[in-house]
């Protein structure tokens, strides 16, 4: 149902890509970016990013985030980018409270302007959505949380950490989660079962969808069976299991897309294992880019120990490329079926070995990976939260505003 009129929603993360990382959080973006396409809803952004005072190469991550503007314009959508202190190592109990504190000005500025949201779309429930809660309080605006993965599946393992949350999840007036994994660890956690939906990623199936597949082979220089893993190059996504299953795989070549700290570790494991001339580390590959690694390759890869909804898993299905994921969260709601892929029985590299050997003897056509993929478009998804946005707007209808422009200076 459309919406009864045009709703101001702010979207508060710190995973959103930038001009320095446009890669960075690109799925809350092709979220917003969908949901602003359905109608009903227009949106501006508050992605806001560590302060660093120097933008020297040198100085890595940090120098690279110093360089990001203060504001930007993508896809249509205004993005402000403010600083916050942060501490690192030592202050993640600290960082919802510095997130907020430092976001209090640029809300109240926005307010000024005559630019108050109607809501606050919180994504990542800590700290994000822990300073999105206490904004929330602060200026009497309604407040949806979305938990992604390891913000509801780790980091509440956490004494203080699970306190914030826990507060975030009373404030809030609206609760996602990405998969009925994250929805049900919700109500675990406390939550109202009346405020929790799962609404999860849908798949841009006008990008990703199978093309060549000898010329995109052709391109990247691969022959025979070709294994692909995209995503960051921590010991979470299990790059590592996947080098030591090509010991058990001789035919094989494994295309590694992303980057990350184990990069250099895992380049010396496979010199180790003597499968290095059949491993390629490609790198950071922009977004638009990987359709082309999905149709190359014969299976993705995923054997992560946490997800939330791993976007990889149905980008590579839209592409007509099954997959071999570990069976964790939110991953057996998508791999259904075989021609969607398998599940290993374990996390472990022989069960990456079994795994291939058993999508061999399922393995679909292409075309029916692709199909299985078309029921997972963004449509539903984004009905859905403008429900819940209308929803949450209207019980905060008596409209207490805690802070108004000009109060509350100290």
């Known amino acids: 149902m459309p919406s009864e009129r045009i709703l101001n929603s702010l979207t508060f993360t710190q995973l959103y890509p930038n001009a320095m990382q446009p890669n960075h959080g690109v799925f809350v973006e092709n979220r917003l970016r969908h949901l602003v396409g359905h109608g009903g809803i227009r949106a501006g952004v508050l992605a806001p990013v560590p302060w660093f005072p120097f933008t020297s190469e040198r100085f890595g991550r940090y120098g690279e985030l110093a360089k990001v503007p203060l504001r930007e314009n993508r896809f249509g959508i205004a993005i402000d980018h403010p600083r916050y202190p942060m501490l690192p190592k030592i202050g993640m109990a600290l960082q919802p409270w510095l997130l907020y504190r430092a976001m209090v000005p640029h809300l109240r500025r926005m307010i000024a302007l005559d630019r108050r949201p109607d809501l606050i779309d919180a994504h990542y429930v800590y700290p994000d959505g822990v300073a999105a809660a206490l904004l929330a309080r602060r200026f009497g605006l309604p407040l949806a949380i979305t938990a992604r993965g390891t913000d509801l599946n780790l980091i509440p393992q956490h004494p203080l950490a699970r306190r914030w949350i826990r507060f975030a999840i009373r404030e ?9 994994a994250l929805a049900r660890r919700f109500v675990e956690l406390g939550a109202d079962p009346a405020k929790v939906r799962a609404l999860r990623n849908g798949v841009d199936l006008d ?4 093309t060549d597949r000898d010329a995109a082979r052709r391109e990247l220089g691969v022959s025979g069976p070709v294994l692909l893993l995209v995503g960051q190059l921590i010991e979470r996504k299990g790059a590592h299991l996947a080098i030591d299953a090509l010991s058990d795989l ?3 070549t494994l295309l590694l897309a992303g980057d990350g700290p184990e990069r250099h570790a895992l380049g010396e494991r496979a010199r180790k294992g003597g499968v290095a001339p059949r491993v390629r580390f490609l790198g950071a590959v922009p977004h638009a880019e990987l359709p082309g690694l999905y149709t190359a390759a014969d299976a993705l890869l995923l054997p992560s120990s946490r997800e939330g909804w791993a976007n990889v898993l149905l980008e590579s299905m839209a592409c007509g490329t099954p997959v071999i994921a570990t069976d964790i969260w939110g991953t057996p ?14 996390r472990a590299a022989g ?21 299985h993929a078309e029921g997972f478009g963004w449509e539903p998804t984004s009905r859905g939260q403008i429900e819940l946005f209308n929803e949450i707007v209207r019980g905060n209808g008596r409209g207490v505003h805690v802070e108004r422009a000009g ?3 100290r």
């Open 333 to 346: 709601e998508v791999v259904t079926c075989p021609e969607a892929g398998v599940l290993m029985r374990e």
């Open 172 to 180: 809030a007036s609206g609760l996602v989660g990405v998969c009925e």
């Open 207 to 210: 990008l990703f969808r199978p």
């Open 407 to 409: 109060e509350g200076r």
């Open 250 to 252: 001789p035919e094989h």
């Open 351 to 371: 069960a990456i070995v079994e795994a291939w050997h058993r999508l061999e003897t399922v393995r679909r056509p292409r075309a029916a990976t692709r199909a």
